[in-house]
């Protein structure tokens, strides 16, 4: 019988990138935590493992059986947030679920059943994304828009909170994880007390899991204290809205940062000219020293942006390259653009653009002009990966902008089809690209053979993952903006824009 200890030998070896091998390796790595490990097989980070793949093999759910899949139990998310009552990736541990929706309530659920076991209301109208992380004997969320608060895991007695807020007008919109006795999450400039308001700056934060004090910071604003690029009365932007990807075997974390603002520009300013330059570190993947949070690289995508096209989302994929195994930095965002980067130097690999693409590259406006992807539109929600392909789902939402008129959130979705795009990690190339009904904002999961989304029509895609083609469709409740997490028999499926919203458990028959 192979020891486990040999086991996390041979997988460190050949590179795997499941959850799976970074909990085996936990043998020699104490970083990650004992939930994690324990709970592999489930679902028990946001990216189901550090690499962000969203991908599951553990689960007995394929395509020869992906049409039995049945509502077992459905528990409602009352209230409701800026965005529906539910932008998140519930977790599964064990026979727990937890989940935090936009009304910024967390709960805790007998993964049986969906009866909740206890619930903590922070109550407020939030934006969102948000979310919970598991460790420690702890759950970790964002409470309302300002921090990052640790919960019980088995009681919901809080233990501790911490702002991350350098400003009253800041917020918190992000989905934290955990490692290395560490919480990693971000501010963002966008709360419901102001919205880009000058001065306003992203910075990711790294807690101590214990305490929450703050071990390290990085400001994603490249510029001096008080001053925003040469502007701070105007000028706001960066910060991370969804999970990081973590390299545990390099001691890394990789971030996709947002936008700067105005955008496009503003009377005085058209055509982003309060913020001239580059405007580092905004739409750019930056990595990390995870115990220093020092600078190890970075790579911008789209310099000096005025679409808010968001470089949001990180993730870590494995591909082989002439017998070897190298691992791949992908970056994507609502640019629509998915780029591949050397993991350690941040080189740029290739760059390949999914959905529809119109008037996206200028770089300033003469007039009214519509965009596409717009405000709401490209990799707006998270993309997944397994054997060496990335999956996303994308919107094709257009957006008029105009050279001397600030934009803030919104975007013109409902008014074309998706698409679901399959792109080899090692070159870039473009496997297949399929039209999806409506709007895909329930990101991309690779179950076995299927990639999954869902839209905000609400409907539940299973795809082929070899071809693309769709195998099953499920009609759910409401219109779904949130993700899923799969263990063995079953997919629970955040549904936030129901009435009311709520936590959908599919399951095969028993």
């Not at 999450?185 to 004090?213: F, K, N």
């Not at 094709?396 to 001397?404: F, I, K």
Request: net charge negative; charged share 15%.
């Amino acid at each position: 019988m192979i020891t486990v200890r040999l086991l996390a030998a041979t997988i460190a070896a050949i590179g795997l990138a499941s959850a799976c091998s970074d909990a085996t390796r936990s043998t020699v790595d104490p970083n990650i935590p004992p939930e994690v490990v324990e709970h592999a097989d489930d679902w028990p980070l946001p990216g189901r493992d550090y690499l962000n793949s969203r991908a599951t093999f553990d689960s007995s759910i394929d395509s020869s059986n992906v049409a039995q899949l049945k509502p077992a139990w459905q528990t409602p998310l009352l209230g409701r947030g800026g965005y529906g009552n539910a932008a998140t990736t519930p977790l599964i541990a064990g026979d727990s679920v937890y989940v935090e929706d936009l009304s910024s309530i967390v709960t805790a659920l007998d993964r049986e059943t969906g009866a909740i076991r206890w619930k903590k209301d922070y109550g407020g109208f939030v934006i969102g994304p948000n979310g919970v992380a598991l460790g420690w004997g702890k759950i970790f969320a964002i409470k309302g828009l300002e921090g990052v608060v640790a919960l019980d895991a088995a009681t919901g007695e809080e233990l501790w909170f911490r702002s991350l807020l350098g400003t009253p007008t800041e917020g918190v919109d992000i989905q934290p994880t955990v490692y290395a006795n560490m919480v990693f999450a971000s501010s963002v400039p966008v709360s419901l007390h102001g919205i880009y308001e000058g001065g306003d700056r992203g910075v990711l934060h790294a807690l101590d899991q214990e305490t929450g004090a703050v071990r390290w910071k990085f400001d994603t604003v490249d510029s001096p204290p008080g001053d925003v690029w040469g502007n701070p009365q105007v000028n706001s932007g960066g910060g991370a809205w969804f999970t990081p990807a973590i390299d545990t075997q390099r001691g890394r974390i990789y971030w996709g940062i947002a936008n700067p603002a105005p955008f496009p520009g503003t009377p005085e300013f058209p055509n982003g000219t309060s913020r001239p330059g580059p405007n580092l570190y905004t739409e750019s993947q930056v990595a990390l020293d995870l115990q220093s949070g020092a600078l190890d690289w970075y790579h911008q995508v789209i310099p000096h942006d005025i679409f808010d096209h968001d470089l949001i989302h990180s993730l870590l994929v494995d591909v082989k390259q002439n017998g070897k195994t190298r691992r791949i930095a992908v970056a994507t965002g609502k640019g629509g653009q998915v780029v591949g980067h050397d993991i350690d130097t941040g080189a740029p690999l290739w760059e390949t653009l999914v959905g529809i693409h119109q008037n996206d590259n200028l770089t300033s406006l003469e007039g009214p002009t519509e965009v596409l992807p717009g405000t709401f539109g490209g990799v707006l929600t998270p993309p997944s990966a397994a054997d060496g392909v990335v999956y996303v789902a994308t919107l094709n939402a257009p957006s008029v902008y105009e050279p001397n008129v600030e934009e803030n959130i919104g975007g013109n979705v409902g008014t074309m089809d998706g698409q679901v795009v399959a792109v080899d990690a090692a070159t870039g190339a473009i496997l297949w690209d399929v039209v999806v009904p409506g709007d895909p904002t329930g990101g991309a999961t690779v179950v076995n053979d299927l990639v999954l989304t869902a839209t905000l029509q609400g409907q539940v895609l299973a795809l082929d993952r070899k071809t693309g083609a769709t195998v099953w469709t499920w009609d759910a409740p409401g219109g779904i903006n949130g993700w899923p997490a799969v263990a063995d028999d079953e997919i629970i499926w955040p549904v936030g824009l129901s009435n009311p919203a709520v936590l959908v458990s599919l399951r095969l028959p028993r």
